[in-house]
């Protein structure tokens, strides 16, 4: 099964609204990343964030960690049209340098 | 300098026909992967190169999978006598030296196999 899975599995949100995903996991982790990828082709990686962190930012990106619960959220603020993609969750555990990614939120940001 | 790139960008071909997909990592990554994406799906890990260790194929299906790389550079994933269910997009990508965690991945723009 996968180790991160994110929900929702789709959001359709207007353009300028926040969007947020989230993303749950089995097991502790090293650490956690999230990759952007648009049109079904390579991915983009857009944040990492270590286990000993809670909060982190970049632009109009927002993730949180909560090693307690198991997960962590993206938040995009007022987003753009180009915002529009599929979103995945990356987890690394223990020794393991092969991360394992969730089955992504794919997220509509309309005009 | 330029990023992970893939060949070919697509390819079609018939069932039990073997494909070439190749892949070249940034240059200096040590560490190179390959993943399949079927359809609306996530990541599927399929082997792991790092440096001149033995790979990690844990994730290879099928023994019909193989993959190789040369000089810790450039690497070709094999499939032979292709089945329909191979069908998916590969995706390449490579990381920096590790130092003691895992980092960043840099992703290829993958190539799109449909076996007919």
């Known amino acids: 099964s996968q180790q991160g899975e994110e929900d929702p599995q789709a959001l359709s949100i207007q353009e300028g609204e926040n969007a947020t995903m989230n993303c749950s996991y089995k097991t502790s982790i090293n650490n956690l990343q999230w990759y952007r990828q648009n049109s079904g082709r390579g991915l983009v990686h857009l944040i990492l964030i270590r286990s000993n962190e809670r909060e982190k930012h970049s632009g109009r990106l927002r993730v949180t960690l909560d090693t307690s619960k198991k997960s962590s959220s993206l938040l995009i603020t007022a987003s753009r049209a180009a915002d529009t993609a599929s979103y995945f969750c990356a987890t690394a555990t223990g020794g393991s340098y092969i991360p394992t990614f969730g089955r992504g939120t794919s997220l509509i940001v309309h005009p | 300098g330029a990023g992970v790139s893939q060949s070919p960008s697509n390819k079609v071909t018939e069932k039990g026909k073997d494909v070439e997909l190749r892949c070249d990592p940034i240059s200096g990554h040590t560490a190179l992967y390959w993943y399949r994406q079927s359809l609306g799906q996530g990541l599927e890990f399929l082997i792991y190169f790092q440096g001149n260790s033995a790979p990690d194929k844990s994730g290879l299906p099928s023994d019909r999978f193989s993959a190789e790389r040369t000089g810790g550079s450039v690497s070709t994933l094999t499939i032979q006598r292709t089945q329909q269910e191979d069908s998916a997009v590969y995706l390449c990508?490579?990381?920096?030296?590790?130092?003691?965690?895992?980092?960043?991945?840099?992703f290829g723009p993958g190539t799109r196999l449909t076996v007919l």
């Open positions: 990508a490579s990381s920096p030296s590790l130092a003691g965690n895992y980092n960043e991945q840099f």
